[in-house]
């Protein structure tokens, strides 16, 4: 089964930037079955929502509207994600967390908290 750990939370002021990190572990055959990888957000309160994805094979992606322009998701060859965020809002604030489907089903991070504060 994939592993994920996440990195690179924390505290900004609005306007700053953060980038996450998820890397994606496990058995050759379980990291060769991710189809995306993603980063979902739940802020205080609310619902989990999708922030950005990323397709492995091809590279599209999409974004949750509140963040385009400013989050940029990105992958490489070691099987790691990333989020850049710029330009953040206090409204960004919330526990990040990495998100894979692979084989039919999602594998989850742990999640980092990023707050975004004066």
């Known amino acids: 089964q994939v592993q994920l750990v996440e990195s690179g939370g924390g505290l900004v002021q609005p306007g700053g930037s953060l980038r996450l990190s998820c890397a994606a572990s496990?058995?050759?055959?379980?990291?060769?079955?991710?189809?995306?990888m993603a980063w979902y957000r739940q802020g205080p309160g609310k619902r989990r929502e999708l922030v950005a994805r990323?397709?492995?094979?091809?590279?599209?992606t999409d974004y949750l509207d509140s963040v385009k322009g400013r989050f940029t998701i990105s992958g490489d060859e070691t099987n790691t994600v990333y989020l850049q965020m710029n330009n953040l809002k206090p409204e960004d604030t919330a526990v990040y967390f990495c998100?894979?489907?692979?084989?039919?089903?999602?594998?989850w991070g742990q999640g980092t908290q990023v707050t975004v504060s004066s």
């Open positions: 998100n894979a489907f692979a084989a039919g089903n999602n594998r």
């Open positions: 990323i397709i492995k094979n091809g590279g599209s």
């Open positions: 496990g058995s050759v055959d379980s990291i060769y079955s991710i189809y995306s």
